[in-house]
């Protein structure tokens, strides 16, 4: 079922430090802000030779990613996305093996302005997983 890894996520609480940090300190590239509201996040990607890693800061009153920085103040690693050729077919096969898929189980349109679903952490050791149809 899975592909490539399309991206490494971090949560962050200050994203315009996090993108100096990356961008002064380490040398690498970064895109500009994208605010995502249907998602609750703002992001910027770290464009690396083999992936990328995102670096995501809450955006409105029902972020997502709030509660994950209420316990992680300083930030950290949140998700892991997986490239998948068929979303649907994904979901299906995952939820028939008991996997729940978050929200309403319905793919949304992700920051590359493809089909994106999460996965609970819980059913994945402990890891927050999206699936990204490419
Ligand atoms: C920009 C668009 C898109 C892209 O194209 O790339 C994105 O990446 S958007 C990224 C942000 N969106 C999401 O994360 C959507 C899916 N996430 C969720 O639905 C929720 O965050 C969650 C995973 C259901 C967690 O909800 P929350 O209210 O924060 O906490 P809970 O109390 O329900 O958590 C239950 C349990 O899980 C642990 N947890 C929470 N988040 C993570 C995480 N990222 N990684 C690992 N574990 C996580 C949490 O600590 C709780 O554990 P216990 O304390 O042991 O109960
Ligand atoms: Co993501």
């Known amino acids: ?18 993108t100096q940090s990356y961008r002064t300190t380490l ?16 992001v910027v990607f770290v464009t690396l030779p083999n992936t990328k890693v995102e670096l995501l800061e809450p955006l409105g009153d029902t972020s997502p990613i709030a509660a994950f920085l209420a316990k992680n103040p ?13 979303i649907i077919a994904a979901r299906d096969a995952l939820k028939g093996s008991g996997a729940r898929v978050l929200g309403d189980g319905e793919p949304k349109i992700g920051a590359h302005g493809k089909p994106v679903l999460f996965l609970h952490p819980k059913d994945f050791q402990g890891t927050l997983i999206e699936l990204e149809q490419v």
């Open 1 to 18: 079922m899975l592909g490539r890894v399309n991206h490494v996520a971090i949560a962050v609480p200050d994203l315009a430090s996090a």
């Open 27 to 42: 040398g690498a590239t970064v895109t500009e802000p994208q605010a995502l509201p249907e998602h609750g996040v703002t």
């Open 74 to 86: 300083s930030g950290g690693m949140h998700h892991i996305c997986y490239e998948v050729e068929d």
